[in-house]
């Protein structure tokens, strides 16, 4: 069954060190991978996306991720945590066949001053 | 333009009773996605409706309904409703015009509390 993974339900960073989320990803064929975050209610926000192309992604309030086919994986990262960066992230993928997305469990993640 | 909006934010009813629901999706999207998030199941995938048709359905029971009108505005349906139906529900639309590499956004979610 195609999925997506997070293995870390928690990430606790020191707000201005690097971060990373990590997510893997089991998906046959070109996998469409994304990044949403969620703060407290409220909806997810779009973060990111990989389509195709370069590895490295960039996307909204400094975040990138790299698409890593060897290693199935689609890590999220950020050179200089901020507290406010204090969220949920979703890792995602969206199946070739219209507009289905499948999520992750979601990582909490904690940025401490 | 403005974005996904869903009405109303917060629901209470109590066991056995029915809830509708709204989406209005951004201008110009046709298609709607339901997820039910819960801290044990985390996102679920509900349904998704392209023009006024459902396209796509998750592992949810009949009582889980929903439909979408000629304007892709959307709205769900729960009937008979239980204690375990409490949780967020989040509606996204998207263009729907580039197939897998399209992206959702999402509505800020009703949340909804059975008692």
């Known amino acids: 069954a195609q999925s997506v993974a997070q293995p870390e339900d928690q990430v606790n960073v020191a707000e201005g060190n690097p971060l990373t989320v990590k997510c893997t990803y089991s998906v046959s064929g070109n996998p469409y991978l994304f990044w949403y975050v969620q703060y407290p209610n409220r909806g997810l926000q779009f973060l990111l996306k990989?389509?195709?192309?370069?590895?490295l992604v960039k996307g909204s309030y400094g975040f990138e991720a790299e698409f890593n086919k060897s290693q199935t994986s689609f890590h999220l990262k950020k050179p200089s945590a901020l507290v406010s960066d204090s969220a949920l992230y979703f890792c995602a993928f969206r199946s070739y066949n219209f507009n289905k997305f499948y999520f992750g469990s979601g990582t909490k993640l904690n940025v401490k001053p | 333009k403005a974005g996904v909006t869903q009405t109303p934010r917060y629901l209470i009813k109590t066991r056995g009773q029915q809830v509708t629901l709204s989406c209005s999706p951004i201008s110009g999207h046709r298609s709607v996605s339901w997820y039910q998030q819960t801290p044990g199941q985390g996102l679920q995938f509900l349904f998704e409706?392209?023009?006024?048709?459902?396209?796509n359905k998750g592992n949810f029971p009949g009582r889980f309904s929903g439909r979408q009108f000629s304007n892709s505005r959307s709205e769900m349906n729960v009937s008979t409703l239980e204690l375990g139906d409490s949780a967020l529900y989040l509606c996204a639309s998207s263009p729907s015009t580039s197939g897998g590499a399209d992206t959702q956004y999402f509505g800020p979610g009703t949340r909804l509390t059975v008692l």
């Open positions: 990989y389509i195709t192309g370069d590895n």
């Open positions: 409706y392209f023009s006024e048709t459902q396209r």
